[in-house]
């Protein structure tokens, strides 16, 4: 099968992959339409690389990087994550691999609105088995680290969207993972937020070593990772180095794209 391969310079280079996309197809179904969200994407990422997808709204960016996260499961091909093919590990085996190695930023920040900050952040830790004290540490110690150490016991409601990000930053980095996915982690934020956002992402990379996938919509953001891949009609295209990517028309509303055919 034809498969558009975007590799990466570091990669041909004999990098050590942390991630390997190979055929990746992803589709879903609504009563009786499917809609052909991914259709045979291949990549990799090396590791302490810091990899930027964009991409218009809809193309399929966050279902790309559920399935790098072994969220969600393809409808053909695969991802061998750290040398393992999710195909093949159980849900519990996928689940452990996240836990050791995988800190994911949800696009929706995903934080409880009854539990503070500091809980928040905590919460996860408790339920892989870690004893409350040093979970309230490492939660507190990474709040303080992250700017918020005045706002431990503010909720959700009560926190700025800058805040909150950095919330839902510091409790991707509890199980300190090597690396870190981002779902548009700046995309709520006004441009002070973003460049504080930025920078911490840019300290874990360069100083901390950890490898990140991060979606954005600002292209300008994008230009600040390793390397790019825009997400466009089902396929990924490399963005030459140094060059801001080009998302292309958007695409034309349903009625007028009809009226547009012979
Ligand atoms: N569970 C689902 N069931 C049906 N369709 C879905 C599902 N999840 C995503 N989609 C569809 O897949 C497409 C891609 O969605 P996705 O959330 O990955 O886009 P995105 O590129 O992240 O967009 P945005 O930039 O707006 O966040 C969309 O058309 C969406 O409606
Ligand atoms: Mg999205």
């Not at 930053?169 to 006004?190: F, K, Y």
């Not at 956002?197 to 490898?211: D, H, S, Y």
Request: include cysteine.
């Amino acid at each position: 099968m034809a498969v558009a391969c975007a590799s990466s310079t570091p990669a041909a280079a004999g990098g050590q992959a942390v991630f390997e996309v190979q055929d990746l197809h992803r589709h879903f179904r609504l009563e009786r339409h499917r809609i052909d969200v991914l259709r045979g994407i291949s990549f990799r990422v090396d590791r302490g690389e810091w990899l930027a997808l964009v991409g218009r709204s809809g193309c399929g960016k966050t279902t790309l990087l559920h399935l790098l996260g072994g969220l969600d499961r393809p409808s053909a091909g695969d991802v061998i994550c750290l040398g393992q093919s999710y195909r093949h590990l159980s849900e519990a085996q996928r689940t452990a691999l996240r836990l050791r190695h995988l800190g994911h930023v949800f696009q929706r920040y995903l934080l409880f609105p009854e539990l503070n900050a500091h809980e928040n952040v905590m919460l996860p830790a408790l339920h892989w088995g870690w004893n409350r004290t040093r979970a309230r540490q490492q939660a507190g110690e990474l709040l303080e680290r992250f700017g918020l150490g005045h706002r431990l016991q503010h909720r959700p409601q009560e926190l700025s969207g800058g805040e909150q990000q950095r919330v839902a930053l510091a409790r991707a980095l509890m199980n300190d993972p090597g690396i870190i996915l981002a779902d548009e982690p700046t995309g709520n934020l006004d441009v002070t937020a973003g460049r504080e956002i930025m920078a911490l992402l840019e300290e874990l990379n360069r100083k901390g070593g950890k490898t990140i996938v991060m979606v954005t919509h600002d292209l300008d953001l994008a230009q600040r990772a390793d390397r790019t891949l825009i997400v466009r009609d089902g396929q990924v295209v490399a963005v030459p180095a140094g060059t801001r990517a080009d998302l292309g028309p958007p695409p034309l509303p349903a009625a007028a794209a009809g009226d547009a055919s012979p």
